[in-house]
Each structure stands twice: as C-alpha cells, then as structure tokens.
C-alpha cells in the first residue's frame, strides 16, 4: 500500500522561472488537495480536485498557478515566473469522499521550494 | 479572525509525562470536523486524531485522545506517556461541514519537545 507521493523534493530555482511539481495520490482516492506551507505557519488550502474536475481555487492562488489533474490520477502544479515569495514547501493530500467514509487527508512529503 | 488557534508555540515535556496540546475554534457551522495532524522535520504531515462536531464521545487513537468542549469551541489534543518520537510539530485543524470532505484549516502549530 503505497501512500501520496510527490516529485521533486526539492527544487531550487531561479526568479522568473517556471517550475512544475506533481503528487501521485493513493490510488483509489477520488479528491486530490495542494496545500502552500511557509516556514512558521501552518498548511495553507489552494486548490483541490474531484477526480479531474478542480472544484475550488484559494484566492492564494494568483494567475501564475495553474494544476491540472487530466485523468483523475496524478495532478501537475506549474508556477509560471517564480518570485521569491513563492519559496515555500508544496503539500499534495488526497482522500476518499463519499457518504460514511474516514474524512481524513493523507499528505505526502512535500516539495520545497526555493526561488533565488 | 482566526479559525484556528494554537496558544502554544512550543512545549517541553519530559519523556513518559502526559501533554495536553492546547486548540480552540472558530465557526458558525453546527456540522464541522476537527483533526490533528503531526509533522516531523521530514516534512510529512501525518494524521493522528478526528473528531465531528456531533460525535458525543471524545475520538481516541491509542495514545492520542482529543478533549472535545464544544461550547468552549475547545479541541485540545492528549497525548498520554509521551515518547522521544513524538517530537514534532502539531497542528490543529478544522473542516466546516462534515458532509463535504472541502478544505481543512490550520492553525500555526506547537512545537513539542520530548526531554529525555
């Protein structure tokens, strides 16, 4: 039974680049979750998908971020031109929604981020 | 104003002693679900403990029990002869609307430190 699972871990980038991260959910999880964690704080919500269709977008999330999650798999989080402000570790977290079952989100292990 | 709220940034505790990890609310929705969730330096945000907000009893989970007050909007986290593993940040969170597996809140975290 493997658990989500994210790529890279880490990514070093320089301002004004794009980048892509992507998290691989439990396999039979229907709703896949990204989450922004800056250093100090807690996990904060971006977006969130039901099989593929995205079903809710933070106002975090500005217009240089866009995920994807075309076959209701695994799900892709590009960052177009990078800003320093961007530097933060990207939670990916899935679950299984449906009446009467566990609520809770399984997490992977995150990429960190680091625009220079 | 804040969802969630965690008073304790950091706690030292000696190792076999019972901690009580503190967490209030926020919400104005009669159905919302309440977590725990532990982060180690690896990154990985680890699910301990869930409560709804119409459960009548307390969640437990080996160790882990939750302090459930709700009309003190009150969802402390007990942690019953703590161990060197369970140095990590804690975070409380909540989700509002228990039929919605939506986005979970958090709060900022308290560092536990488990003293030999």
């Known amino acids: 039974d493997t658990g989500v699972s994210q790529d890279p871990r880490h990514k070093i980038t320089k301002r004004g680049q794009n980048v892509t991260f992507r998290c691989d959910p439990i396999s039979e999880h229907n709703r896949l979750y990204w989450y922004r964690q800056t250093l100090g704080q807690g996990p904060e919500f971006l977006t969130y998908?039901?099989?593929?269709?995205?079903l809710e977008k933070s106002r975090l999330l500005s217009d240089r971020f866009s995920a994807e999650r075309p076959k209701g798999s695994f799900s892709t989080l590009e960052i177009q031109r990078t800003e320093q402000g961007d530097s933060a570790m990207y939670l990916c977290?899935?679950?299984?929604w449906g009446t009467g079952v566990p609520y809770e989100q399984y997490f992977g292990p995150g990429t960190r981020l680091t625009v220079t | 104003a804040q969802k969630i709220t965690q008073t304790q940034p950091g706690m030292f505790v000696q190792e076999k002693e019972a901690v009580t990890l503190d967490c209030t609310y926020d919400?104005?929705?009669?159905?919302?679900?309440l977590f725990w969730y532990k982060q180690p330096s690896s990154g990985e945000m680890i699910f301990l403990i869930y409560?709804?907000?119409?459960?009548?009893q307390n969640a437990t989970e080996g160790r882990y029990s939750l302090n459930f007050q709700k009309a003190r909007k009150s969802a402390n986290l007990v942690i019953s002869a703590s161990q060197l593993g369970d140095s990590a940040m804690y975070f409380c969170?909540?989700?509002?609307?228990?039929?919605?597996?939506?986005?979970?809140?958090f709060g900022k975290g308290t560092r536990l430190h488990i003293l030999p």
């Open positions: 919400t104005s929705d009669p159905s919302y679900g």
């Open positions: 998908f039901q099989n593929e269709a995205q």
């Open positions: 977290a899935s679950s299984r």
């Open positions: 969170a909540m989700r509002e609307g228990v039929n919605r597996d939506d986005k979970i809140i």
């Open positions: 409560q709804g907000s119409y459960d009548q």
